[in-house]
C-alpha cells in the first residue's frame, strides 16, 4: 500500500516560483509512475506531469512545458514538482499520484493519490 502526502502549495505572485513535494510511504513506491495533476474551481482535474519509474522518461501538459519539471528521489520516497514562471490559470490543488499504468496522462491509470495541496498564483 502507499500512502502520499504533498507539501509545499501555497500563494505566489506571477512569475514566481514553488516547489511541491510528494511523501510517499510504502517499500514499493519506486516501482511507480508518478504523477501531478490539479484541478482549478469548477474544472475537471487536469494531468501536469509525470515521470515513469522504468526509465525515468518524463511527461508534460502542454501548458506547463518548459516550466515545470518533475523529479523523484527513491531513496527519500518523494517525488517534486518545481514550478517557474507561474501564471494565475496554474491556480488550482494540485495532487499527487502513482499508479502502474501506461496511460501517464490519464488520472485512471493511477491508483494512489494525496489529498492534494493549493496552490494560488496571484496576478
Known amino acids: 500500500q502507499v500512502q502520499l502526502v504533498e507539501s509545499g502549495g501555497g500563494l505566489v505572485q506571477t512569475e514566481g516560483s514553488l516547489r511541491l513535494s510528494c511523501a510517499a510511504s510504502?517499500?514499493?513506491?519506486?516501482?511507480?509512475?508518478v504523477g501531478w495533476f490539479r484541478q482549478a474551481p469548477g474544472k475537471e482535474r487536469e494531468f501536469v506531469a509525470a515521470?515513469?519509474?522504468?526509465?525515468?522518461?518524463?511527461n508534460y501538459a502542454d501548458s506547463v512545458k518548459g516550466r515545470f519539471t518533475i523529479s523523484r528521489d527513491n531513496g527519500r520516497n518523494t517525488v517534486y514538482l518545481q514550478m517557474n514562471s507561474l501564471k494565475p490559470e496554474d491556480t488550482g490543488i494540485y495532487y499527487c499520484?502513482?499508479?502502474?499504468?501506461?496511460?501517464?496522462?490519464?488520472?485512471?491509470?493511477?491508483?494512489?493519490w494525496g489529498q492534494g495541496t493549493q496552490v494560488t498564483v496571484s496576478s
Open positions: 499520484a502513482a499508479g502502474r499504468g501506461l496511460r501517464v496522462r490519464s488520472a485512471d491509470d493511477f491508483v494512489h
Open positions: 515521470m515513469l519509474w522504468t526509465t525515468g522518461s518524463t
Open positions: 510504502g517499500r514499493t513506491f519506486s516501482s511507480y509512475n
